[in-house]
Nanobody, 122 residues
Framework: QVQLVESGGGLVQAGGSLRLSCAAS????????MAWLRQAPGKEREFVAA????????YYADSVKGRFTISRGNAENTVYLQMMSLKPEDTALYYC???????????????WGQGTQVTVSS
């Protein structure tokens, strides 16, 4: 089973940018659709962005469209989330997740990382 490790979180001011990375343990990384999801304090976990196995298809939550970009490097076994124009409401623990088959705009992913904290100050 693929193991996922997120990095790149931190504290940033509103309007700033961060780039999250998620490294996968397997060379079969290319068979998985990948996603980023997040959970803010006191709130339910929610979908943020997803990308297909080859990277040609991407999906975004309405709340991040135009500000976040998901991408992947299959040769590096890594998926990225470039976050721009960050808002305090983007503060959350961000998880990387994987699933076999097409990407979905839900929490229906099979493998999850431990998360990386993003905090946006106002």
């Amino acid at each position: 089973q693929v193991q996922l490790v997120e990095s790149g979180g931190g504290l940033v001011q509103a309007g700033g940018s961060l780039r999250l990375s998620c490294a996968a343990s397997e060379d079969t990384f290319g068979i998985y659709a990948m996603a980023w999801l997040r959970q803010a304090p006191g709130k339910e976990r929610e979908f943020v962005a997803a990308i297909s196995r080859g990277g040609a298809v991407t999906y975004y939550a309405d709340s991040v469209k135009g500000r976040f970009t998901i991408s992947r490097g299959n040769a590096e076994n890594t998926v990225y989330l470039q976050m721009m124009s960050l808002k305090p409401e983007d503060t959350a623990l961000y998880y990387c997740a994987a699933r076999r088959g097409p990407p979905v705009l839900t929490l229906a992913y099979d493998r999850w990382g431990q998360g990386t904290q993003v905090t946006v100050s106002s």
